[in-house]
Nanobody, 120 residues
Framework: QVRLVESGGGLVQAGGSLRLSCAASGSIFRINTMAWYRQAPGKQRELVGQ???????NYADSVKGRFTISRDNAKNTVYLQMNSLKPEDTAVYYCYVRHTTWAASIYDYWGQGTQVTVSS
């Protein structure tokens, strides 16, 4: 099994920056796509950014030019660098990992969530 541990959330003023980290551990054979989602109160969970095994990235329109997703395969870790933060970015951020076992079974894993609060 794979476990995801998130860190880096907190309180920041508008215009500031935060970096989220998500480290995967356990019995890892191959990690495919890694991604960050977020969910604000009263809203559905939405995709913020994703990165594939060959480093192709995709972002929500609302964060393009401000957020950057990256991965360190040696550490099995995905990052989300968030710059020029806005109050609208306030949400719980969740890490997502798709993992393939040696037997070619696919499993999806979610982090516990980390709170990001941006004050005006």
């Amino acid at each position: 099994q794979v476990r995801l541990v998130e860190s880096g959330g907190g309180l920041v003023q508008a215009g500031g920056s935060l970096r989220l980290s998500c480290a995967a551990s356990g019995s890892i054979f191959r990690i495919n796509t890694m991604a960050w989602y977020r969910q604000a109160p009263g809203k559905q969970r939405e995709l913020v950014g994703q990165i594939t095994s060959d480093d192709n990235t995709n972002y929500a329109d609302s964060v393009k030019g401000r957020f950057t997703i990256s991965r360190d395969n040696a550490k099995n870790t995905v990052y989300l660098q968030m710059n020029s933060l806005k109050p609208e970015d306030t949400a719980v951020y969740y890490c997502y990992v798709r993992h393939t076992t040696w037997a070619a079974s696919i499993y999806d894993y979610w982090g516990q969530g980390t709170q990001v609060t941006v004050s005006s």
